[in-house]
């Protein structure tokens, strides 16, 4: 690979990107509009399996959240082309192979899909249920349907996101920007970026919780390893 500046890198993505930014984007409205038009029966799908009752404050309130999550669910829907866009507009760059590009869009998929459904059906429901178990006679919890989507909704997509990290370990040996040697070399620190992760976006603070997110992550850190050694990458 010719020794590329980092910034004419960046720069040469960015145009790339360019080409099927607008395309994408209005793909994603597109379907957020048909998921919209569903979108009270998806919402009390969504609302049914967390076990939640919600309110609302203000006139707009209900709306804005249907409006949001007929987008995030545009966005999970239209992931395998968003990704297929980003590899793209990597392979110049970076010299990507056809082959390369191929397995990388169905392995961030794959991953992105992984996290996104751990979250939903392991890691909300429980901490959700951790969260609530403060209730009293006393205390009764009240929660809007505003702030119950933008949970929801930021959770699942930060563990899709999350997930991604064995593709980006293997892309960052291939492309040469950090050796195996330094994911090898740097596991403590690894481990402390993931733990402090897990605080971070976790929906509660115990232990259990935290290592619902934790494990899997340092787990998916040593894949990234083993997958880059079988790849016979330096």
């Not at 459904?117 to 006393?138: E, H, R």
């Not at 040697?181 to 919780?209: G, Q």
Request: aromatic share 16%.
């Amino acid at each position: 690979m010719e020794e590329t500046h980092p910034y004419a890198r960046v720069f040469v993505f960015v145009q790339e990107i360019r080409k099927t930014a607008l395309f994408v984007l209005a793909a994603i409205i597109i379907s957020a509009l048909l998921f919209y038009a569903n979108s009270p029966r998806l919402f009390n799908m969504v609302q049914e399996h967390l076990h939640q009752k919600l309110v609302f404050f203000s006139v707009s309130g209900p709306f804005i959240a249907h409006l949001k999550l007929s987008f995030v669910l545009a966005i999970i829907t239209l992931m395998p082309a968003i990704v297929f866009a980003f590899w793209q507009a990597m392979s110049r760059p970076f010299q990507l192979s056809r082959l390369s590009r191929f397995w990388f869009v169905c392995f961030t998929c794959l991953l992105f899909y992984s996290g996104a459904a751990f979250c939903y059906f392991i890691t909300l429901p429980y901490g959700i249920d951790f969260l609530l178990g403060y209730k009293s006679i006393q205390l009764k919890p009240i929660i809007s349907v505003g702030r119950f989507v933008n949970f929801v909704t930021i959770f699942v997509l930060g563990f899709g996101l999350i997930f991604e990290l064995p593709i980006f370990m293997v892309f960052s040996a291939k492309a040469g920007l950090l050796p195996r040697s330094s994911f090898e070399k740097n596991r403590r620190y690894a481990v402390l970026i993931i733990s402090i992760i897990a605080a971070v976006l976790t929906p509660t603070p115990d232990i259990f919780n935290m290592m619902l997110m934790g494990v899997p992550l340092y787990a998916l850190y040593e894949a990234g390893i083993v997958i880059i050694k079988l790849l016979g990458i330096k």
